[in-house]
Every structure is written in C-alpha cells, then in structure tokens.
C-alpha cells in the first residue's frame, strides 16, 4: 500500500472534499462497520457490494461470488498461503480481499506420493472496489475498470428481479 493511500485510509483530520476521490459514495460510519464486522449494500443504484472490517483493514468487493452468485457475507475470513480470503458459503471458493483473485490447491503431479499442493491463482474473477476513510466516514469508489470480471454477472438487474428469487436462502450462523 502506498503512503498516500494509507493516509487516505487512516486520516482524520483532512477534510473530506481533499481526500477523497471525485466518485465516493458515503457507506457509513467506520466505528459501525467495525461494530458489525461487515455490510451489504447497493452503491450508485446498480452495484451490490460488500463492505468488511477484518484485522484492522477496510475492504470492498462484489457482494455475490463469481462462480455462482453465492453471499459473500456470510462467509468465513481465512489466510491461505499468506493471503487474507473470504471463502464462499455455498461452494467454498476462496476470493483474496486484496485483489479479487480465485485460489485453487493444485497438484504438480498427481500420481507422486505424498501428493504436493500448493495454491494457485485463477486470476481476478471477483471486483475489488477502493475504500477510504475520512474523520470516521467510511467512502468506497467503485471499480469502474472496462474489463469485465466474472462477479459482474450478478450485478445485473436480471439477476436481481429473476434469479435470485429462485436462490435458497443461507441459514443464519449460530
């Protein structure tokens, strides 16, 4: 991360017009998110992300996973190969906070034993959006690169209104 990004994230005392990008949308306060831990919202009438707190870091993503739109929020946190990922609930895909890319465990060779795996990238299936701090005001800049990644299937009003009507609903964590 670079200082100026880290100032970024981290300031209070800078006003908010100077420090935040031109396109921020106000998601909330910093203290409530960490309450929380993570929330879901609709950012710019058209993007459902994902807002999380985890060791002291705010991170925003695509809130239905690449492979099959599952919820994201209620997936569990976990470090894989020194790298921080939120795993699906549904189908156990592992997404990184930082960069939105799909890890897999691979197998160099499959007939050696023991086998060795080790994880991999798929690249960046899931869209990361930028956030940002500001004297307690929690601001995310969506992502509005051209190039498409696989979660922008389920940003979509089809999905929306159709088929996730037709999704079961997750069972609430004990």
Known sequence: MSSEEEHSQTSSSSPPSSSLPLVSHFIGKKDNIVKAGRMTTMVNGCRDILVLYHQGQLHAMDMRCYHSGG???YGDIEEFNGRLCIVCPWHKYKITLAEGEGLYQAVDDP?????RKHWRSKGVKQRIHKVTEVNGNVYVTLNDSNEAIESD????????????KAQPKPMPKK
């Open 111 to 115: 007939t050696a034993k023991p086998l």
């Open 71 to 73: 919820a994201l929020q």
């Open 153 to 164: 299937v389920y940003q979509t009003e089809r999905y929306r209104t159709g088929l996730l």
